[in-house]
């Protein structure tokens, strides 16, 4: 599966939980959101395979 | 929501938003059913996300939305043109001001100049002046800004780390009008994380802005957001709770004098706007204008 996250992509292996996937890429869960085919998906949902994940930043700053 | 030990689909989950944030407009008793309230809207998430709910629950909102002059990827105009969309998407009114249209400097130009002033120091000074301008001049009842929960408690605890009495005397949800030429301020959000509103942008397909103003990426703030998601991760409703805990602590005069005493305003000697300054107000003096007498 691939994690894509502003301008970095990474290439994960096996099947895995959004959350543990987030954690992997060294992302903190509370700080991002995950979509899936255009559609916002939670934390438990598993991904494997051809999946990509879009990861969005929930943080704003200043 | 770990926090709220709650998972909702779609559907609940977009009842559920405006339903919290009804119930801090009424706790905190921010303003009434049919009160005209100004939404500072900067094209994120959370201020987009403010208006619609706002909208949706019924209050008469509208927005204003502080040209900067960013120009880094066009930030502002960018900013701007989702703002506009999202009004003309709800036939809701809004409005522009232009700091470069209005003073002559851009805020990345204006606090250049003035050596020792930060960005964000000068940017934050500025659209604090003009909102209370426009809310005064225009009659509304309030206005409301998007700070959730993250940004509530970084900021608390960014004022803990220091025991800033004053600022953690002053963090509330509602600053009242304390001077007759002093807006109301709201932050109706104050229920929600910040994970929680941009979820509910997306789920509303709300066309916000996702990237950070370029001048906040090494903002204090995040850093302190990033430790408090830290705490959120071992211990979820952390944030929540620090930053209730605290106002409910201080409202029982448990932290520190339940009542702060009221620090003596005056006024502005050109544009009259309270100021604790003897003559001219810091927005008058970061753009050197002149006095009216």
Redesign the interface.
């Known amino acids: 599966m691939k994690i894509i996250y502003r301008d970095k992509v990474w290439e994960l292996k096996g099947r895995t939980t959004v959350r543990d996937a987030i954690k992997k890429v060294g992302l903190h869960p509370e700080a991002v959101l995950a979509v899936l085919d255009g559609k916002l998906i939670t934390d438990d949902v598993i991904i494997a395979g051809d999946d990509t994940v879009k990861l969005i930043s929930v943080v704003s700053g200043g | 929501m770990r926090q709220h030990r709650l998972?909702l689909c779609?559907d609940h989950f977009l009842e559920w938003v405006p339903q919290q944030v009804q119930r801090a407009i009424e706790k905190f008793h921010m303003f009434g059913p049919g009160e005209r309230v100004l939404v500072a809207v900067s094209g994120?998430?959370?201020s987009l996300g403010l208006w619609d709910i706002l909208l949706r629950l019924g209050y008469p909102a509208e927005g204003l939305y502080i040209h900067l002059g960013i120009p880094d990827g066009d930030y502002s105009e960018v900013s701007q043109e989702r703002v506009g969309r999202f009004a003309a998407d709800r036939g809701a009114p809004f409005r522009v001001v232009n700091v470069a249209a209005e003073y002559g400097m851009t805020i990345p130009e204006v606090s250049r100049r003035k050596r020792g002033r930060s960005t964000?120091g000068t940017?934050g000074l500025v659209k604090r002046h003009i909102m209370n301008q426009v809310a005064c001049e225009g009659g509304y009842a309030a206005i409301a800004t998007g700070h959730n929960v993250?940004d509530e408690a970084a900021v608390l605890f960014q004022n803990a780390l220091h025991w800033a009495t004053g600022y953690l005397a002053r963090q509330a949800p509602v600053l009242p009008a304390s001077h007759p030429r002093l807006a109301r301020k709201v932050k109706p959000l104050i229920r929600l994380y910040?994970?929680e509103?941009?979820?509910y942008a997306?789920?509303r397909g709300i066309d916000y802005i996702?990237e950070?103003?370029p001048?906040?990426?090494r903002?204090t703030?995040?850093f302190y957001?990033?430790l408090l998601?830290?705490l959120?991760?071992r211990s979820p409703g952390a944030k929540q709770q620090f930053y209730l805990s605290f106002l409910q602590a201080r409202q029982q005069g448990r932290l520190l004098p339940a009542e702060v005493s009221e620090v003596e305003m005056g006024e502005c000697t050109r544009c009259g706007q309270p100021t604790t300054a003897p003559e001219l107000c810091a927005f008058c003096r970061l753009w050197e204008l002149e006095s009216a007498d």
């Open positions: 998972a779609q994120g998430k959370d964000c940017c993250d910040e994970r509103m941009a979820a997306l789920v996702y950070e103003c001048y906040s990426r903002a703030t995040l957001k990033d998601n830290q959120e991760e």
